[in-house]
């Protein structure tokens, strides 16, 4: 059997508390999902990868200000990863690659924000790097943009994901799976 973790992408104050723009859509959804899916996981064992987008000072995602901390409900536990990334991919200019690998993972289901640049994109590396990809099709978000509703931008987010070879799967299915390895 394959090695499974799960990668939670930018689950991060800034987008939710109003401060700097508005939450992203379905803000309660993202953080019901991905509790159950970081739930699943460590009920069952499997490595929880949280990342973590950073910038520098005076930019949103300034390191060490309150905004950048993750979601008060989605925070790693003892053992968890995390991978602080400064470009879209968390696989750039990181060492989540050898990470991955030192743990014997070839199965990914990433969660997170934001739909249509980490989550793309991460997910776009790990498939080109040869990782096994399941989208939580539920399980990420975004805001609306360029005349596009947040909805529109993570269906379309979701089918180019599946035409390149990630897997489409529901919070439900994906933890179920997860609980059924515990």
Known sequence: MSITALLVIDVQRIAFDGILFPPIDRPEDLVSNARLLVDAAHDSGTPVIFVQHCEGVGQPFEVGMPRWEFHDKITPMA??????KYASSAFENTDLDAKLRALGVRDLVVCGLQSELCVSNTSKSALTLGFNVRVVSDGHSTWPSNGQSSKAIVER??????SLGAVLESTARIASILYARA
């Open 79 to 84: 053992g968890d990863l995390i991978i602080r």
């Open 157 to 162: 987010v979701n089918s180019e994901l599946q």
